[in-house]
């Protein structure tokens, strides 16, 4: 059955003729006829009753009217639907993304692009880089914010290079140093950070031939800074999750400098909604002005 067959079969009760429905849609009348007769085929019992006084509905097709225009109408909600998704008025985005992504970017980034398409939604899930990974390969999240670069068989672009930093309390002496050697760390309490992209922080620590064992395991941001600011030790971390603290702490360059390299991932470029494609190219304009 065909949404036009129910369509035909409403023009024909409007119209009362076979003819001036025809005439009216297009059809040749027996064109019409035979749509008609294959629906009613179709549904195994006659909808109209015909004869010399024109057309009207049988028994059953009394009974089976208000449903076919509870069909025509949900066709009709589905097609206006359709077009305000195409149109960016609709639409629903899940972002996979980790603590300093959501707090120092998606606000500003989804500020401006709601206020270009205010009907789109957004749901955010929190975690490490594995996850959010995981996530993008299994289609649970549209967009995810991952280390650079991350999984071969996502698509992905580079965003942002965010240098690590040494973070002491204001009242450490490292407090005058113009930079930090990351051999310092061996001689001083080490809190460490698993926030999402600990990998690097990882990584910068195996590529120096340095390993620590940490006085402490933190996988909240806000949580080391405060251990830090109280002098319980020292931790690395970037200088985009140090942005907005309002705590006693200095923030020291490493030499020679390392970087956390941030990018953004989906699962095939070409089947993002028309939402969340626009979205992908929002996040690259506004990281290209950091």
């Known amino acids: ?17 076979l003819t001036s429905a025809a005439e009216e849609l297009g059809y040749s009348q027996s064109g019409l006829t035979r749509m008609l007769n294959s629906l009613e085929a179709e549904l195994g019992f006659p909808l109209l009753v015909r004869d010399r006084r024109g057309v009207r509905l049988s028994a059953e097709g009394k009974l089976a009217l208000p449903h076919i225009q509870a069909l025509l109408n949900e066709q009709r909600r589905l097609l206006q639907c359709a077009a305000e998704i195409k149109n960016l008025n609709l639409g629903l985005i899940t972002i996979g993304t980790f603590n300093s992504v959501s707090a120092q970017w998606l606000p500003g ?20 880089n594995d996850e959010i990974v995981e996530w993008v390969q299994n289609n649970q999240v549209d967009i995810g914010f991952t ?10 672009v580079f965003l942002y290079q965010d240098p690590i930093v040494g973070v002491f309390s204001a009242e450490a002496p490292q407090v ?17 950070l698993n926030e999402g992209v600990d990998d690097e922080i990882t990584e910068v620590l195996t590529q120096s031939g340095i390993t620590l064992n940490p ?32 705590r006693k702490i200095i923030a020291v360059p490493l030499a020679p400098p390392r970087y956390r390299q941030i990018g953004m991932a989906c ?11 626009d979205f992908w190219a929002h996040i690259q ?6």
């Open 1 to 17: 059955m065909q949404i036009i067959q129910y369509e035909v079969l409403l023009k024909v009760l409007e119209s009362g003729t």
């Open 215 to 246: 006085a402490f395991i933190e996988s909240d941001d806000h949580a080391v800074i405060a251990m830090v600011e109280q002098g319980l030790g020292t931790s690395l971390m970037s200088q985009m999750m140090l942005r907005g603290f309002d």
């Open 285 to 290: 304009r506004w990281t290209e002005k950091l």
């Open 147 to 156: 280390r650079y670069p991350t999984a071969e068989d996502c698509c992905e």
């Open 267 to 277: 699962k095939d470029l070409s089947l993002l909604s028309a939402a969340a494609a």
């Open 109 to 128: 980034i989804i500020k401006e692009f709601t206020e270009l398409h205010p009907g789109i939604r957004f749901q955010l899930l929190h975690g490490n």
């Open 176 to 192: 005058n140093q113009t930079y930090f050697s990351l051999e310092e760390l061996k001689t001083l309490p080490y809190i460490a």
